[in-house]
């Protein structure tokens, strides 16, 4: 069982940076992946950014490539997401979330969620 909580979200104007924080409780296995993804008011869950907990092999969405960062720190249970050049369409709800990711980008392929944390980027 993994228990996860974000942190970090709020008001941003365009261009400008956030960092979500997302603490885990509970094991990580090294195979794991904590992946961060979104969802906009009337859209569907999108995926932006997972990491390998074991080796740090990341991967991101296409439309958050070059502006945002992924990254964990095993010691602390603790994953990252650097959101730099921000724009408005990036503004949603952004969770964490943890499991085996085996498909990187489908949310069905992790088995646990955090509450989310809004993200809101004007312009």
Known sequence: QVH????????????????LSCAASGRMFSTYRMGWFRQ?????????????????RSDYGDSVKGRFTISRENAQNMGYLQMNSLKPEDTAVYYCAAGPGILVGRSSEYDYWGQGTQVTVSS
Do not use: H, N, T, Y
Request: proline fraction near 3%; aromatic fraction near 6%; glycine fraction near 24%.
């Open 40 to 56: 906009a008011p009337g859209k569907g869950r999108e995926f932006v950014a997972a990491i390998r907990w074991g080796d740090s």
């Open 4 to 19: 996860l909580v974000e942190s970090g979200g709020g008001l941003v104007q365009a261009g400008g940076s956030l960092r």
